[in-house]
């Protein structure tokens, strides 16, 4: 167990308490825990807190090393690498003896899983699940999850608890599936201790991951300019981004119903409860956006006192307005929006709130005495559930920008609070399963990716970090003719990231879905397809990473050939000799389904005379039917490619 360590002195029969103990005793940060997996063959880095200014002693197994806590009271020391073994004790202790410990501490491997609702799956929501968690016991096999947390600047440490446990039934339960299956694949034959540390949130966007650093060079200058200025004045904030939201509006339709000169039409809210229970046909299974309106009248004293705005829950996110100046924008929690001196006056006010949703329910509802202005003197005035009015934005079919320190869709936010307080904890390598929130970008999605990875190699001090990408899995309604997808874009960016990377892998996920359900219960094929990537990538094994990828696409003569690579044995169809899937396109989406074979590592593909094909698609949608696989199960990914030409043997 985990315990401090107090400088004490014995007098007689009475325990004093040493100076020591009037002083802060040096502590361990969270991370380096019992239980723990520290990474081996590298200098360990520790870190915590104590008294500014105290020598330190830091411990691992008799080797030390001393250090001093700085002005802020913060430490670090570099502990000499070690090959994988333990149990150790961790220790860090002050010149009184007075500090703090972990026990059962192993080296070896440690693996970092992060993404969005994929990576975050637990263990008992997969298939056979109640029996892979009763029979999971492996104690050199350690987990640990960080809690959801979220911040517009990076913490130094973790603001919720955080433990490591060894794998069994308790701990495996809860654990992300697709991290915890890789792991234990992996330990049946490298039996080196293995840590995996599991950040993950649905529905978080890739932006929300990376450093403010990444992101500027990404392009998003202007949104991070707004967001180092929520800190300091957040009023002057929410109004810059509600001008910029205002200006988006702008270009998807004409009115502007924040305004309170907005005559309607408006229509009176049948309940305060999520639109999709109100009986209203058009709205009964309906994701967008719908416009909330409450006009209120205060005394001059109200208006005077009247300090913030209560809403409590919009589902999912909203942009809010009071008198036609944005006062708040956020994609989570209870809205708490701190209103600008002289903005509410004597008479009427209006209220207006833009709630946008994606997913199951959405609206402004729960409980009513959350919904209010807060006086300076803490009473409140209700905002009156009888008076509020409503209009579908029906017209507008795209998604609005997201305020950038919204938690799940902001920038930096997530990464702030969950990967920076990691600091430069080593690690073996990463995974990552994101990419269904970003399907809107797909083509952008590429830099971003390889932002990330350049990203958090900074962060971990290991330009040659190992990422092993999940590559978004099949979902919706198979195609009946080609045409454009974001999911298929985003995949290619997929691709394309980890084949212009020397220290990424991918997993392809393709055939791993479920078309009625965007979070596929089979994660222990995926495991495994990621440990594959890891043996060749990480651990040096010279089988082929994943399934068949595509080298060349040439046209010579009437066919256009397709050879591959990474191919265990020779390709292969699965039930019919042609292969599915494969498109002929001329430019753009204009393209035709064409039938194909193969034959070892080749695939051929008919041509008709005198046609100008520019590109190959194969798998290219959000849920295509894909037939094409190699001898050891694996199947060739989505891809598109541009065709080449080769004069046919004999043509000269």
């Known amino acids: 167990m985990r315990r401090a360590l107090q400088g004490l002195a014995i007098v007689g029969t009475m325990v004093l308490t040493s100076p020591a103990e009037a002083r802060e005793a040096p502590r361990l940060a969270a991370i380096f825990a019992d239980h723990a997996v520290l990474q081996r063959d590298r200098p360990i880095s520790v870190w915590g807190t104590g008294a500014a200014g105290a020598r330190l002693t830091v411990d691992l197994g008799g080797q030390t090393v001393r250090t001093t806590a700085g002005a802020d009271g913060r430490w670090r020391a570099l502990l000499p690498a070690r090959g994988a073994g333990g149990p150790f004790t961790l220790k860090v202790v002050d010149a009184d003896g007075a500090g703090d410990e972990a026990g059962d501490v192993l080296v070896g491997d440690v693996w970092l899983c992060s993404g969005q609702s994929n990576m975050e799956l637990q263990v008992s929501r997969t298939l056979n699940g109640p029996s892979v968690i009763g029979s999971a016991n492996d104690p050199a096999l350690r987990l640990l999850t960080v809690a959801k947390d979220f911040d517009p600047a990076p913490q130094a440490e973790f603001r919720n608890p955080v433990s490591w446990a060894p794998a069994g039934p308790e701990a495996v339960g809860n654990f992300s599936a697709t991290c915890y299956y890789f792991g234990h694949d992996l330990r049946r034959d490298h039996e080196v201790p293995m840590g995996l540390i599991n950040a993950s949130w ?83 299974v309906y994701n967008g956006m719908v416009w909330f309106r409450l006009d209120i009248d205060l005394t001059a004293a109200q208006a005077g006192e009247a300090r913030t705005l209560s809403l409590g829950n919009v589902d999912e996110a909203d942009q809010t307005w009071i008198n036609g100046v944005a006062v708040g924008a956020s994609g989570s929690g209870d809205r708490l929006y701190q209103l600008p001196r002289g903005l509410l006056k004597a008479g009427s006010n209006t209220i207006v709130v833009n709630a946008y949703d994606t997913w199951e329910v959405g609206g402004l509802y729960g409980p009513a005495e959350k919904r209010a202005l807060i006086l300076a003197n803490g009473e409140s005035v209700p905002l009156d559930p009888a008076g509020w009015r409503y209009r579908a934005a029906t017209n507008v079919g795209i998604a ?92 290619e960016s997929q691709r394309r990231a980890v084949a212009a990377d020397d220290h990424a892998g991918l997993a392809v996920a393709i055939d791993l879905g479920d078309r009625w359900d965007i979070h596929p219960a089979q994660k222990q094929e995926l495991g495994r397809r990621l440990a594959r990537a890891a043996r060749h990538v990480v651990y040096g094994d010279p089988a082929p990473p994943s399934g068949p990828t595509p080298t060349s696409v040439e046209r010579i003569g009437d066919e256009i050939v397709i050879a591959f690579a990474d191919v265990t044995g020779e390709l292969r169809t699965l039930s019919g000799a042609q292969i599915v899937g494969l498109e002929l396109c001329v430019t753009g989406d204009d393209c035709r389904y064409a039938a194909a074979t193969a034959s070892g590592r080749t695939v051929r593909i008919p041509a008709q005379a005198g046609e100008q094909i520019g590109e190959v698609r194969f798998c290219w949608a959000d849920s295509p039917v894909c037939n094409l696989y190699d001898a050891a199960g694996l199947p060739a990914g989505p891809f598109r490619e541009r065709v080449g030409f080769r004069s046919p043997p004999g043509s000269d």
Do not use: C
Request: no cysteine.
């Open 202 to 284: 649905g529905g978080s966007n890739i932006e929300t991951w990376m450093s403010g650093e990444a992101l500027e060079r990404a392009g998003e200058g202007r949104r991070l300019s707004i967001l180092s200025r929520l800190a300091s004045d957040p009023v002057a904030a929410q109004a810059d981004w509600g001008g910029q939201w205002q200006a988006w509006w702008g270009g998807q339709a004409s009115d502007t119903p924040w305004s309170p000169a907005d005559a309607g039409p408006w229509t009176a809210v049948p309940a305060m409860a999520p639109w999709e229970r109100w009986g209203v046909p058009e709205l009964a």
């Open 400 to 491: 609005p920008p997201r305020a950038p320190w919204s938690s799940t869709s902001g920038l930096t936010t997530i990464g702030n609070a969950m990967i920076a307080p990691l600091h430069d904890y080593g690690l073996k390598g990463a995974l990552w399963y994101q990419g269904e929130s970003n399907t809107g970008e797909g083509l952008r999605y590429r830099d971003l990716l390889a932002g990330l990875m350049a990203d958090w190699r900074a962060r971990f001090g290991a330009e040659d970090l190992p990422f092993l990408i999940v590559q978004l899995a099949n979902f919706g309604q198979p195609p009946t003719a080609p045409g454009p997808s974001g999911w298929a874009e985003l995949r």
